[in-house]
């Protein structure tokens, strides 16, 4: 068994966005291109974005700390620490409203 401590994860990954050109750094804690589920803490500074991408398969986000907002063509959906968005299956986009990290869970 492995444990992780995320809170830790988010913390150091937010001091790190916050230091590089892209505002944004990610780390994955579980799986990868070799597991169907991954899950992978992606911090962003306030104002960061990542861009309009397909969803690889079923997702959540789980925001640990600050604001974000999800966006499709059609719709958006804030969440705040605590809160999970359920990722649809459109094409979509993630900005931090303020600086925030979210646990982001794809099962392919």
Do not use: C
């Amino acid at each position: 068994m492995e444990k992780f401590s995320v809170d830790a994860m988010a913390r150091e990954l937010l001091d790190r966005a916050a230091s590089v050109p892209a505002h944004r750094a990610a780390a994955t804690v579980y799986g990868g291109h070799e597991h169907r589920l991954r899950q992978t803490v992606v911090a962003l500074a306030a104002g960061a974005a990542l861009a309009e991408h397909d969803n690889p398969g079923e997702a959540t986000l789980l925001v640990l700390r600050g604001r974000v907002r999800l966006r499709t063509g059609q719709a958006s959906w804030e969440g705040r620490h605590g809160d999970l968005l359920v990722v649809p299956q459109a094409r979509h986009s993630l900005e931090a409203i303020e600086d925030a990290a979210v646990l982001l869970t794809v099962a392919k």
